[in-house]
């Protein structure tokens, strides 16, 4: 009897849904190791000024053009060589983080604050403020973002801060998107009813009641747009007019050895490389996040 | 018949805003006249300009102006070429379609096979394979996708030219990496709906009446299954045209995305206007008809 | 009147993470022409499984062994693919549970049926919308030919499952089988749907297994009555028989827990069976039930005894008739 009693019990406490979630992410393969490749890129950034081997801007047109350390030719004094005007490549590799980082991250918090305050007040509210989002949302899908950003840039100049509003203004529309069917699911769910039928105020609904429950998805939506805000800095400097030179953002990094394609393969390949390590981390970060807050969703 | 009128009302309102949006934000921009006029021009010259092209009117009068032109098919002159930019860009415009059309050819001729192959067999080898080819294109840069095909194809091996316009191998590697660039999110799209319909009642209903497997899957299933990707594919056809523009100028194809990028750095805001119309307007007519493509393949769809 | 169907042993095992799951553990009927079988169970017990089984339809990861698995002459256990498919649709049809998402919403009411013809028999379109409209009239669709353009989205629940029927009845199969036709229909119609079903099977002269948990159901139309439990049959035979003097303990639960009009008073209890299945997964010793068994004792946890009577009424219990002998629970004491 003792017995029966003590496995009924073991199996009504079991796990509780912390552990089963600590569990769920130590155990996505994706995700670990997404988040600790992210997490060492992070880290180098930060650290950049202190283990960067040169300074980042510093030419030397003594040491044009070093190939990495694994050419003939390399030294390690340049571990992945220099650019056309001497710079070390791995001091600019490492400071080009902080760019991609910087960009991603506040680009995903301005597009995330103006998608999910759009999206939640067309969810929730519907209606005409729903109508009225969703031709804004169609209006911004329309406008070829590439396109737009680079006039825009080519306007106001391409510094670091107009690039990250450009895109953050730009970026929006899948926050929009995903957070407006988010609430609109939730809005009709029996606590929101129950919740509305005791008299809480519209606001207090709104912050306890919902976001709580779109936050997972809001996550995954930052992941993805952190990826595409990089990408497109990337692809902005790449053509010219994002990030001016002699910033070492990566795209631009990219765009200066396109002269030197010919003979020097490996000034495009590097920076390229980083990119896309960073981009494929965020990736998989998203996409484990997603499994793990909803594994009922899987495929 | 009133959802589709109503339907494209509203994507002509969408492309009126999208009008009037990127027609405010270029002519916001400091003063259009003394770009014309360059360095080293007088006062008098910058302001013959200005009242030449009427930049001396308010906004809104310039802005109608050059909407009821536009309606008219006429989206006024080059600065830099002193040529009619209807015409500038109608010259460019086939090569974008060409690319735009392969392109989405491309990722959907990959990506639907992939997508169903991996969805018939789940945790497969081809599932695996599929993945990664999905995994890769999302995080690769297609510029630089584009410069490594280039060091691969035509200088080590030299089998392809690296840009130009001259034949159609010219235009298999901005293919690919067009095609490339939409064939993810079309792939994992095809292989969630096919996972999603081949569990459903009316799959086993198929297999109940005695239907083989080659015709469970495409008549049964993938009919299902595809509709999404219809509307997914035209936002990425959309969105490609777009992002042509990252092709071109690695290929250096002289299409309409090129010449976008020429024109901005030259600040030819008659071009950037009407090149961001006519982008946009791709976008809303192949939404439109994907809408219409998906009336007629989901009956339930059709309304009335 | 010859055997069509014979079902010796049936076992349907499916891999899991966590073991095997034994979902149908070694199961034996038979049916001939013009038999009404019901197969009688809670969910999870088998039923539906087994079902699948002789139509060939188990998910892939499932696996099935028999010792015989015989249509009409056939060895199923053994058939090809292209032999099964040959006989699905056109000898034997399987009639779903869910009339709302059995029909594919892409395509037209006469498409779809036509189609069940159009894969077994040398015919036209033509010829096989014919033979569409005439089903869709034995089925009481009215303006038969107007619905053969229509969408499955455009018909109520009840019209679909009848649409069903009919895509089941294209071929003229010997043997159709319906998986709770009318669990998922309003009771108002379940009753007509029934009603069809019986009909259409004694004209039609076939065989037919109708799976369900309605007890009041197998009563009115079941020859022969099939009570499965936990992956295997406790209690089968003559409807009559079972009905009139069930033998094991399950049946007699189940038996309780229908009102008899005349019989169960308002407001009166009616019968439950506490407790819960047990988990198939891993080996099964003994009786399956005894946990929930009012009348269990320690011998239910070994080998059981199959006990015939010479009608064909076939139990699985300890006990002789499936009661203890008035002695017998206080010696041996619950386990």
């Given at each position: 009897m003792a017995k029966t009693i003590e496995t009924v019990e073991a199996a009504l406490s079991g796990p509780t849904p912390g552990q089963v979630l600590r569990g769920r992410i130590f155990g996505h393969r994706g995700l670990m190791l997404g988040g600790i490749v992210l997490l060492v890129i992070f880290v180098v950034a930060i650290l950049a000024p202190l283990i960067a081997p040169h300074d980042p801007y510093a030419q030397n047109i003594m040491a044009r053009m070093q190939p990495p350390?694994?050419?003939?030719?390399?030294t390690w004094d340049h571990p992945l060589g220099t650019d056309h005007l001497g710079r070390d490549y791995l001091s600019r590799l490492l400071y080009g983080a902080r760019i991609s980082l910087l960009i991603g991250g506040f680009a995903a918090l301005i597009s995330g604050l103006i998608g999910t305050f759009m999206g939640v007040a067309a969810g929730y509210f519907g209606g005409k403020i729903d109508n009225i989002v969703t031709f804004v949302i169609n209006v911004r899908l329309a406008m070829p973002v590439v396109l737009v950003a680079l006039a825009i840039v080519a306007v106001f100049g391409g510094s670091l801060e107009v690039v990250i509003l450009v895109l953050g203004f730009l970026l929006w529309d899948r926050f929009a998107v995903v957070m407006r069917s988010s609430t609109q699911q939730l809005r009709s769910m029996e606590y929101v009813n129950a919740a509305r039928a005791i008299g809480c105020s519209t606001r207090r609904i709104i912050f306890s009641e919902i976001m709580p429950n779109i936050l997972n998805n809001l996550i995954v939506v930052v992941t993805l747009e952190m990826a595409h805000a990089i990408l497109l800095e990337a692809a902005l400097s790449f053509l010219g007019l994002g990030v001016q030179p002699p910033t070492p953002s990566w795209g631009l990094m990219v765009s200066e050895g396109k002269k030197m394609l010919l003979f020097e393969p490996w000034l495009i390949t590097i920076p390229g490389i980083a990119l896309f390590v960073l981009v494929l981390a965020i990736n998989l970060m998203g996409d484990g996040l997603r499994d793990v807050s909803a594994p009922e969703n899987r495929n | 018949m009133v959802f589709t009128l109503k339907r494209l009302g509203l994507a002509l309102l969408v492309a009126l805003a999208v009008s009037m949006l990127s027609f405010t934000l270029l002519h916001l921009s400091g003063d259009p006249a003394s770009a014309i006029a360059g360095e080293g021009a007088t006062d008098v010259d910058i302001a013959a300009i200005r009242a030449y092209y009427g930049f001396d009117r308010p906004l809104i009068v310039q802005y109608a102006d050059w909407l009821f032109k536009a309606l008219r098919g006429d989206f006024g002159e080059s600065?830099?070429?002193?040529?009619p930019v209807a015409q500038l860009i109608g010259d460019r415009l086939s090569i974008t379609m060409t690319l735009g059309v392969c392109g989405i050819s491309f990722a959907l001729l990959t990506a639907v096979p992939l997508g169903v192959a991996a969805a018939v067999r789940p945790n497969s080898l081809i599932d695996r394979v599929a993945l990664f080819i999905s995994v890769m294109g999302q995080a690769m840069p297609s510029f630089w996708f584009g410069l490594v095909l280039v060091v691969i194809f035509?200088?080590?091996?030299?089998?392809?030219?690296?840009?130009?316009?001259?034949?159609?191998?010219?235009f298999i590697m901005p293919t690919v990496v067009l095609g490339y660039y939409a064939m993810p999110a079309i792939m994992r799209l095809t292989r969630a709906g096919m996972l999603d319909v081949l569990s459903a009642d009316y799959v086993r209903t198929a297999r109940a009446k005695g239907a083989g497997e080659m015709r469970v899957m495409f008549k049964h299933a993938l009919r299902n299954a595809i509709i999404p990707v219809v509307s997914l594919s035209a936002v990425q056809m959309g969105f490609m045209l777009g992002g042509s523009i990252v092709v071109e100028s690695i290929f250096a194809l002289h299409g309409a995305g090129y010449l976008a990028w020429e024109s901005i750095g030259r600040n030819d805001l008659p071009t950037v206007q009407a090149l961001i119309l006519i982008f946009s307007l791709f976008y809303i007519v192949f939404t439109f008809l994907s809408d219409l493509l998906n009336a007629w393949l989901d009956p339930r769809m059709r309304v009335g | 009147m010859s055997t069509i169907l014979s079902v010796e042993d049936l076992k349907v095992d499916i891999p899991l993470a966590g073991g095997v799951l034994h979902a149908v553990r070694g199961i034996d009927f038979d049916l001939k022409r013009g038999e009404t079988l019901c197969i009688v169970g809670e969910s999870g017990s088998g039923k539906s499984l087994t079902s699948l089984a002789i139509m060939g339809l188990?998910?892939?990861?499932a696996q099935c062994r028999a010792a015989k698995l015989e249509f009409s002459g056939i060895d199923l256990s053994k058939a090809k693919n292209r032999q099964m498919r040959s006989l699905r649709g056109d000898r034997m049809s399987m009639i779903f549970q869910e009339p709302m998402t059995s029909l594919n919403p892409a395509y037209t009411i006469g498409d779809q049926l036509a189609e069940a013809l159009l894969l077994h028999r040398k015919v036209g379109k033509k010829a096989a919308e014919a033979r569409a409209v005439e089903l869709l009239e034995k089925v009481g669709i009215t303006a038969a030919a107007s619905r053969l353009?229509?969408?499955?989205?455009?018909?109520s629940g009840g019209l679909r499952q009848r649409v069903m029927i009919a895509m089941a009845l294209m071929g003229e199969p010997e043997l159709i089988i319906a998986d709770e036709?009318?669990?998922?229909?309003?009771v108002t119609i379940q009753a007509q749907i029934l009603r069809l079903l019986v009909d259409l099977q004694r004209e039609m002269n076939m065989a037919m297994i109708l799976i369900t948990h309605d007890l009041g159901v197998v009563a009115r139309v079941a020859d022969k009555v099939a009570i499965m439990y936990a992956g295997e049959v406790v209690e089968a035979g003559k409807s009559a028989d079972v009905f009139n003097a069930p033998q094991h303990p399950y049946t007699r639960g189940l038996l309780r827990c229908i009102p008899v009009p005349g019989k169960t008073k308002p407001g009166e209890h009616l019968g439950s069976i506490p407790g819960i299945v047990p988990s198939l997964i891993g080996e099964t010793q003994g009786c399956a039930f005894r946990g929930r068994c009012d009348v269990a004792i320690g011998s239910c946890a070994h080998d059981i005894p199959r006990r015939v009577s010479e009608s064909g009424h076939m139990y699985r219990c300890v006990h002789e008739g499936g009661q203890p002998a008035a002695n017998a629970i206080q010696s041996e004491g619950r386990p």
């Amino acid at each position: 009897m003792a017995k029966t009693i003590e496995t009924v019990e073991a199996a009504l406490s079991g796990p509780t849904p912390g552990q089963v979630l600590r569990g769920r992410i130590f155990g996505h393969r994706g995700l670990m190791l997404g988040g600790i490749v992210l997490l060492v890129i992070f880290v180098v950034a930060i650290l950049a000024p202190l283990i960067a081997p040169h300074d980042p801007y510093a030419q030397n047109i003594m040491a044009r053009m070093q190939p990495p350390v694994w050419h003939d030719r390399g030294t390690w004094d340049h571990p992945l060589g220099t650019d056309h005007l001497g710079r070390d490549y791995l001091s600019r590799l490492l400071y080009g983080a902080r760019i991609s980082l910087l960009i991603g991250g506040f680009a995903a918090l301005i597009s995330g604050l103006i998608g999910t305050f759009m999206g939640v007040a067309a969810g929730y509210f519907g209606g005409k403020i729903d109508n009225i989002v969703t031709f804004v949302i169609n209006v911004r899908l329309a406008m070829p973002v590439v396109l737009v950003a680079l006039a825009i840039v080519a306007v106001f100049g391409g510094s670091l801060e107009v690039v990250i509003l450009v895109l953050g203004f730009l970026l929006w529309d899948r926050f929009a998107v995903v957070m407006r069917s988010s609430t609109q699911q939730l809005r009709s769910m029996e606590y929101v009813n129950a919740a509305r039928a005791i008299g809480c105020s519209t606001r207090r609904i709104i912050f306890s009641e919902i976001m709580p429950n779109i936050l997972n998805n809001l996550i995954v939506v930052v992941t993805l747009e952190m990826a595409h805000a990089i990408l497109l800095e990337a692809a902005l400097s790449f053509l010219g007019l994002g990030v001016q030179p002699p910033t070492p953002s990566w795209g631009l990094m990219v765009s200066e050895g396109k002269k030197m394609l010919l003979f020097e393969p490996w000034l495009i390949t590097i920076p390229g490389i980083a990119l896309f390590v960073l981009v494929l981390a965020i990736n998989l970060m998203g996409d484990g996040l997603r499994d793990v807050s909803a594994p009922e969703n899987r495929n | 018949m009133v959802f589709t009128l109503k339907r494209l009302g509203l994507a002509l309102l969408v492309a009126l805003a999208v009008s009037m949006l990127s027609f405010t934000l270029l002519h916001l921009s400091g003063d259009p006249a003394s770009a014309i006029a360059g360095e080293g021009a007088t006062d008098v010259d910058i302001a013959a300009i200005r009242a030449y092209y009427g930049f001396d009117r308010p906004l809104i009068v310039q802005y109608a102006d050059w909407l009821f032109k536009a309606l008219r098919g006429d989206f006024g002159e080059s600065y830099y070429f002193q040529l009619p930019v209807a015409q500038l860009i109608g010259d460019r415009l086939s090569i974008t379609m060409t690319l735009g059309v392969c392109g989405i050819s491309f990722a959907l001729l990959t990506a639907v096979p992939l997508g169903v192959a991996a969805a018939v067999r789940p945790n497969s080898l081809i599932d695996r394979v599929a993945l990664f080819i999905s995994v890769m294109g999302q995080a690769m840069p297609s510029f630089w996708f584009g410069l490594v095909l280039v060091v691969i194809f035509s200088i080590k091996f030299q089998l392809l030219p690296p840009s130009g316009t001259k034949s159609w191998e010219n235009f298999i590697m901005p293919t690919v990496v067009l095609g490339y660039y939409a064939m993810p999110a079309i792939m994992r799209l095809t292989r969630a709906g096919m996972l999603d319909v081949l569990s459903a009642d009316y799959v086993r209903t198929a297999r109940a009446k005695g239907a083989g497997e080659m015709r469970v899957m495409f008549k049964h299933a993938l009919r299902n299954a595809i509709i999404p990707v219809v509307s997914l594919s035209a936002v990425q056809m959309g969105f490609m045209l777009g992002g042509s523009i990252v092709v071109e100028s690695i290929f250096a194809l002289h299409g309409a995305g090129y010449l976008a990028w020429e024109s901005i750095g030259r600040n030819d805001l008659p071009t950037v206007q009407a090149l961001i119309l006519i982008f946009s307007l791709f976008y809303i007519v192949f939404t439109f008809l994907s809408d219409l493509l998906n009336a007629w393949l989901d009956p339930r769809m059709r309304v009335g | 009147m010859s055997t069509i169907l014979s079902v010796e042993d049936l076992k349907v095992d499916i891999p899991l993470a966590g073991g095997v799951l034994h979902a149908v553990r070694g199961i034996d009927f038979d049916l001939k022409r013009g038999e009404t079988l019901c197969i009688v169970g809670e969910s999870g017990s088998g039923k539906s499984l087994t079902s699948l089984a002789i139509m060939g339809l188990l998910p892939k990861m499932a696996q099935c062994r028999a010792a015989k698995l015989e249509f009409s002459g056939i060895d199923l256990s053994k058939a090809k693919n292209r032999q099964m498919r040959s006989l699905r649709g056109d000898r034997m049809s399987m009639i779903f549970q869910e009339p709302m998402t059995s029909l594919n919403p892409a395509y037209t009411i006469g498409d779809q049926l036509a189609e069940a013809l159009l894969l077994h028999r040398k015919v036209g379109k033509k010829a096989a919308e014919a033979r569409a409209v005439e089903l869709l009239e034995k089925v009481g669709i009215t303006a038969a030919a107007s619905r053969l353009g229509q969408y499955p989205h455009q018909l109520s629940g009840g019209l679909r499952q009848r649409v069903m029927i009919a895509m089941a009845l294209m071929g003229e199969p010997e043997l159709i089988i319906a998986d709770e036709p009318t669990t998922a229909l309003d009771v108002t119609i379940q009753a007509q749907i029934l009603r069809l079903l019986v009909d259409l099977q004694r004209e039609m002269n076939m065989a037919m297994i109708l799976i369900t948990h309605d007890l009041g159901v197998v009563a009115r139309v079941a020859d022969k009555v099939a009570i499965m439990y936990a992956g295997e049959v406790v209690e089968a035979g003559k409807s009559a028989d079972v009905f009139n003097a069930p033998q094991h303990p399950y049946t007699r639960g189940l038996l309780r827990c229908i009102p008899v009009p005349g019989k169960t008073k308002p407001g009166e209890h009616l019968g439950s069976i506490p407790g819960i299945v047990p988990s198939l997964i891993g080996e099964t010793q003994g009786c399956a039930f005894r946990g929930r068994c009012d009348v269990a004792i320690g011998s239910c946890a070994h080998d059981i005894p199959r006990r015939v009577s010479e009608s064909g009424h076939m139990y699985r219990c300890v006990h002789e008739g499936g009661q203890p002998a008035a002695n017998a629970i206080q010696s041996e004491g619950r386990p």
